[in-house]
């Protein structure tokens, strides 16, 4: 990983979408690792979102879609379209499902929260056009886009979400519970957030910049790494916070931690990434140096046996 200067971590904060185009990834990384040292407050981050938001329709796929067709290897394009389903379902899984967390958060929570909900759904949109304009899977609405790329969902989507969903029930019926709003909270910010999505942003991002491909889609998804960073630090402060108010909530972290690795471990079928220029050994190094980051920025501590689990992550991925 690249070591920016304040003026790139600068424009990671303060580019446009027409800006955003010419970032590295890294350079988004190191701009919220940075943060979780300090953690910004709700309101901190709500008036980040002001700043950065961005037109989902303002991106132009005409030249996606000529690279797509004429530059990419078949492999590489089936390796595309299936790390990106499960962002594409995950972004409307969470643009609905986050509300039910939202309810039993602080009034300042709540404002941020409002702002994360409209990224995700901004976020869903920007995979339906990709889907509709380069890939051209059928479908008149979103919903038929979502059933055309659901085919291509890894095992390990099915997994993480799947266990959200189960958490989500739970708040429905207390959203104010606070063990189940950590539950939630590690599943959700901390795993499909914090390790899978940035993961699945890495791999990419580097591809496309490395080969001079898919101008729109880079673009676009660059500013949804840079959306994710203010999800990832409101929900490490959420953690941190939660365990500082009651220290056996830490409990609640350790329990999901185990749940969600021993689903990653029991994946059958791996996703092929070499095409992409990544071997498994290098996107498990990515995996677990982006949980140990998140871990260590906030403080918060991990017994022996989740760290032997996590040394052994295998490297399949889904993204949210």
Request: proline share 4%.
């Amino acid at each position: 990983m690249t070591n920016p200067s304040f003026p790139a971590l600068s424009l990671v904060a303060d580019s446009d979408l027409a800006g955003i185009g010419d970032l590295d990834i890294d350079d988004v990384l190191t701009y919220l690792h940075r943060d979780l040292k300090r953690l910004p407050g709700y309101m901190d981050l709500y008036r980040r979102y002001l700043r950065q938001r961005w037109d989902v329709y303002e991106l132009d796929f005409s030249q996606d879609l000529v690279h797509w067709r004429e530059r990419m290897t078949q492999r590489e394009r089936d390796a595309f379209v299936a790390i990106s389903a499960g962002f594409h379902h995950g972004e409307r899984q969470v643009e609905v499902e986050l509300p039910v967390f939202m309810i039993g958060g602080s009034e300042e929570s709540k404002i941020y929260m409002s702002s994360q909900i409209e990224d995700e759904a901004r976020h869903t949109v920007f995979f339906d056009r990709f889907y509709r304009e380069v890939v051209g899977l059928p479908g008149d609405s979103v919903q038929e886009v979502l059933d055309a790329s659901f085919a291509h969902v890894s095992e390990t989507f099915v997994g993480p979400f799947g266990l959200l969903a189960y958490q989500a029930d739970e708040l429905r019926r207390d959203p104010e519970d606070a063990a189940a709003r950590v539950r939630y909270g590690t599943t959700y910010f901390l795993w499909i957030e914090g390790v899978l999505a940035l993961s699945v942003m890495k791999i990419t991002l580097t591809y496309c910049r490395q080969r001079g491909l898919l101008p729109g889609y880079y673009t676009g998804f660059t500013a949804t790494c840079r959306d994710e960073a203010r999800h990832v630090q409101f929900g490490m402060r959420f953690l941190r916070d939660s365990v500082r108010e009651d220290p056996r909530l830490l409990l609640q972290i350790h329990e999901t931690l185990r749940t969600i690795l021993a689903i990653n471990s029991a994946t059958s079928r791996q996703l092929e990434l070499e095409s992409l220029g990544w071997t498994p050994e290098e996107v498990k190094r990515l995996m677990i140096r982006q949980l140990r980051m998140k871990l260590s920025d906030v403080g918060i501590a991990i017994p022996p046996d989740i760290q032997e689990k996590i040394d052994r992550i295998e490297p399949e991925l889904a993204g949210g």
